[in-house]
């Protein structure tokens, strides 16, 4: 079976083919790190999380190139996001880079985000950039005034190919002021001179000055994954101008196509609005992370499809933590039945194997279908409740339950990172700690009987029923199941 991903290039789905087999060269534009993540971060990042920890499933060797940029990214007034952020925090303009860029790993590693193989920073690659913008000079693209480099737009035909974007339409609807110094309106800065007192400057053929926000992504991939490379992602709030400047500049200094595939992830919304910090619904990933668990927080995401739009409500995240909590529940299940299984009886088990490797296909169809996690997901979840079924039914034996404890493992766990590892039987050891508490609860409650202290046999009954575990008293004597709601 073959992968596909839809191409935002060619706005059609197509078969993935990495450049060497088996290798896939994937660069994804980091954040900038001036302030805590929000959850359109987290959409973003856990989002290609999941197509990372997919193709390592499938057995393909990954490189994942995600930047960080502390420099060069200025907001609408002309100051950089960074000396904006040690403007308000009172520190040195990278203090607030390291606060921030251990905040955003921390967040990432709550989320159960796998780091990145290389995060580069722009700040460290300002030789790479300088040559970058030499190449784009000396093949004409580029072109200095006092002291800052502008790359002139008109002399890249495809500009504007990936956003569907045409120079002179931009132009037309264009209403800020622009500096006089350009040749063209839409020139973007790829050097940008320094005053006097700014504090980040490097010295560059043009004088001393910073990089442009762009050309960090195209010196730097270009440096770690090559001229040409399989995957670009990001989010498509940064489909212009972030993305389309990257292409221009690095096939204006390749002359060769920049990827093979663009995939952008959709954008958050809270409460059907977009986020931003002035309508004052902007959420971080530490504030989600006070009210819901990880797991919730990775079902929302996958929840939809990962180039869709997401709706962050009170009303999704509830939804979402039941869904986490079902998931888990019914893996948790999974481990604790095992410790009590019997063999069973061999046509039984194959019929219910039969049952755990459709839910397998279904969940590999839905990955392999341009990464639709919410399908996949749905998999997980109608296993589940068959699985309740056949546990509550008695058929659930051994082999059974070790296929569906691989399936949550691997499935839920190492691809879609929503089953936590104590819910599985090979993780921690919660499964076994809770079933041995169970089995030694009921001991105490058979002593009790023998001594004829009903009262306290029934009280350990009922406090057992209270966490979901019921006691069946049988000719055998005495085993429990866990309820599956
Ligand atoms: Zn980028």
Same mark, same amino acid.
């Given at each position: 079976?073959?992968?596909?991903?839809?191409?935002?290039?060619?706005?059609?789905?197509?078969?993935?083919?990495?450049?060497?087999?088996?290798?896939?060269?994937?660069?994804?534009?980091?954040?900038?790190?001036?302030?805590?993540?929000?959850?359109?971060?987290?959409?973003?990042?856990?989002?290609?999380?999941?197509?990372?920890?997919?193709?390592?499933?499938?057995?393909?060797?990954?490189?994942?190139?995600?930047?960080?940029?502390?420099? &060069?990214?200025?907001?609408?007034?002309? #100051?950089?996001?960074?000396?904006?952020?040690? +403007?308000? %925090? =009172?520190?040195? /303009? !990278?203090?607030?880079?390291?606060?921030?860029?251990?905040?955003?790993?921390?967040?990432?590693?709550?989320?159960?985000?796998?780091?990145?193989?290389?995060?580069?920073?722009?700040?460290?690659?300002?030789?790479?950039?300088?040559?970058?913008?030499?190449?784009?000079?000396?093949?004409?693209?580029?072109?200095?005034?006092?002291?800052?480099?502008?790359?002139?737009?008109?002399?890249?035909?495809?500009?504007?190919?990936?956003? &569907?974007?045409?120079?002179?339409?931009? #132009?037309?609807?264009?209403?800020?002021?622009? +500096?006089? %110094? =350009?040749?063209? /309106? !839409?020139?973007?800065?790829?050097?940008?001179?320094?005053?006097?007192?700014?504090?980040?400057?490097?010295?560059?053929?043009?004088?001393?000055?910073?990089?442009?926000?762009?050309?960090?992504?195209?010196?730097?991939?270009?440096?770690?994954?090559?001229?040409?490379?399989?995957?670009?992602?990001?989010?498509?709030?940064?489909?212009?101008?972030?993305?389309?400047?990257?292409?221009?500049?690095?096939?204006?200094?390749?002359?060769?196509?920049?990827?093979?595939?663009?995939?952008?992830?959709?954008?958050?919304?809270?409460?059907?609005? =977009?986020?931003?910090?002035?309508?004052?619904?902007?959420?971080?990933?530490?504030?989600?992370?006070?009210?819901?668990?990880?797991?919730?927080?990775?079902?929302?995401?996958?929840?939809?499809?990962?180039?869709?739009?997401?709706?962050?409500?009170?009303?999704?995240?509830?939804?979402?933590?039941?869904?986490?909590?079902?998931?888990?529940?019914?893996?948790?299940?999974?481990?604790?039945?095992?410790?009590?299984?019997?063999?069973?009886?061999?046509?039984?088990?194959?019929?219910?194997?039969?049952?755990?490797?459709?839910?397998?296909?279904?969940?590999?169809?839905?990955?392999?279908?341009?990464?639709?996690?919410?399908?996949?997901?749905?998999?997980?979840?109608?296993?589940?409740?068959?699985?309740?079924?056949?546990?509550?039914?008695?058929?659930?034996?051994?082999?059974?339950?070790?296929?569906?404890?691989?399936?949550?493992?691997?499935?839920?766990?190492?691809?879609?990172?929503?089953?936590?590892?104590?819910?599985?039987?090979?993780?921690?050891?919660?499964?076994?700690?809770?079933?041995?508490?169970?089995?030694?609860?009921?001991?105490?409650?058979?002593?009790?009987?023998?001594?004829?202290?009903?009262?306290?046999?029934?009280?350990?009954?009922?406090?057992?029923?209270?966490?979901?575990?019921?006691?069946?008293?049988?000719?055998?004597?005495?085993?429990?199941?866990?309820?599956s709601n």
């Amino acid at each position: 079976m073959s992968q596909t991903i839809y191409n935002v290039l060619s706005r059609e789905k197509e078969v993935f083919k990495p450049i060497n087999e088996g290798r896939v060269m994937m660069y994804v534009c980091g954040p900038t790190v001036y302030d805590n993540s929000h959850l359109g971060h987290a959409k973003t990042y856990v989002s290609f999380d999941v197509v990372v920890r997919w193709f390592r499933y499938n057995g393909l060797k990954v490189r994942y190139v995600q930047n960080i940029t502390d420099v &060069g990214h200025l907001l609408d007034d002309g #100051e950089d996001r960074i000396l904006k952020g040690a +403007r308000r %925090e =009172k520190v040195e /303009p !990278m203090e607030i880079v390291e606060r921030y860029m251990r905040a955003y790993f921390e967040d990432m590693d709550a989320l159960g985000v796998v780091r990145p193989d290389i995060s580069p920073r722009a700040s460290a690659h300002v030789p790479e950039q300088i040559e970058m913008i030499q190449e784009l000079i000396a093949k004409g693209h580029a072109y200095e005034v006092d002291g800052s480099v502008y790359y002139s737009v008109e002399s890249f035909k495809e500009y504007g190919k990936l956003s &569907g974007r045409h120079v002179e339409e931009m #132009e037309a609807g264009r209403r800020v002021a622009v +500096r006089d %110094e =350009k040749h063209h /309106p !839409m020139d973007f800065a790829l050097w940008i001179k320094a005053p006097p007192n700014h504090v980040l400057q490097w010295p560059s053929p043009w004088g001393r000055g910073y990089p442009g926000w762009h050309i960090e992504c195209s010196a730097m991939s270009n440096k770690y994954l090559g001229p040409t490379f399989d995957i670009h992602g990001g989010g498509v709030d940064n489909i212009f101008p972030h993305n389309e400047c990257e292409i221009a500049q690095s096939e204006g200094a390749h002359e060769q196509p920049f990827t093979n595939t663009w995939m952008l992830t959709g954008t958050l919304l809270v409460d059907g609005v =977009k986020m931003s910090k002035s309508l004052g619904n902007f959420i971080t990933i530490k504030d989600a992370l006070k009210q819901y668990r990880p797991e919730a927080l990775r079902v929302f995401i996958l929840s939809g499809l990962y180039r869709s739009p997401a709706d962050y409500s009170t009303s999704a995240l509830d939804a979402a933590t039941k869904g986490a909590e079902r998931i888990n529940t019914a893996a948790r299940r999974v481990r604790v039945e095992l410790k009590n299984a019997r063999p069973g009886d061999e046509a039984n088990n194959g019929r219910l194997i039969d049952l755990l490797d459709q839910y397998r296909m279904r969940f590999t169809s839905a990955m392999n279908d341009d990464f639709n996690a919410p399908l996949a997901l749905s998999a997980l979840f109608d296993m589940g409740k068959d699985l309740n079924t056949a546990i509550d039914e008695g058929t659930a034996s051994q082999p059974v339950l070790e296929q569906a404890d691989a399936v949550y493992r691997e499935l839920g766990g190492q691809v879609l990172g929503v089953v936590q590892p104590e819910s599985q039987a090979s993780g921690g050891g919660s499964a076994e700690r809770e079933a041995g508490l169970i089995q030694m609860l009921i001991d105490m409650r058979l002593e009790a009987r023998k001594a004829k202290d009903y009262a306290r046999a029934d009280s350990i009954r009922s406090q057992l029923m209270k966490f979901g575990v019921i006691l069946e008293d049988g000719p055998k004597g005495t085993t429990f199941r866990i309820s599956s709601n």
